[in-house]
């Protein structure tokens, strides 16, 4: 059993380390999700053929690591806060 303490400090040791990681992986996650969007989509023009788009295999697995990755950063930096 490690002291309340001493878990405090390797907590506040670790988790600037852990926000970093987990802000890459976010980054990382997000950008690779980007598809070949339409310019005029961009703009306000209709673009019914993505309204109706189901995530499959790879990009299905890459689109919720990205919501778990994204709540551990949320996570981690309210504790950051707290701390």
């Given at each position: 059993?490690?002291?309340f303490g001493l878990q405090m400090e390797l907590l506040t040791a670790i988790l600037p380390y852990a926000e970093i990681t987990l802000s890459l992986l976010l980054i990382l996650g997000i950008?690779?999700?980007q598809r070949g969007a339409n310019?005029?989509?961009a703009f306000?023009?209709?673009n019914?053929?993505?309204t109706f788009y189901?995530?499959?295999g790879a990009e299905k697995f890459l689109f919720n690591a990205t919501?778990?990755?994204a709540i551990l950063?949320?996570?981690s930096a309210f504790l950051g806060f707290l701390i």
């Open positions: 059993m490690v002291p950008v690779l999700q310019l005029g989509g306000g023009g209709d019914f053929a993505s189901k995530r499959r919501i778990v990755v950063f949320v996570v």
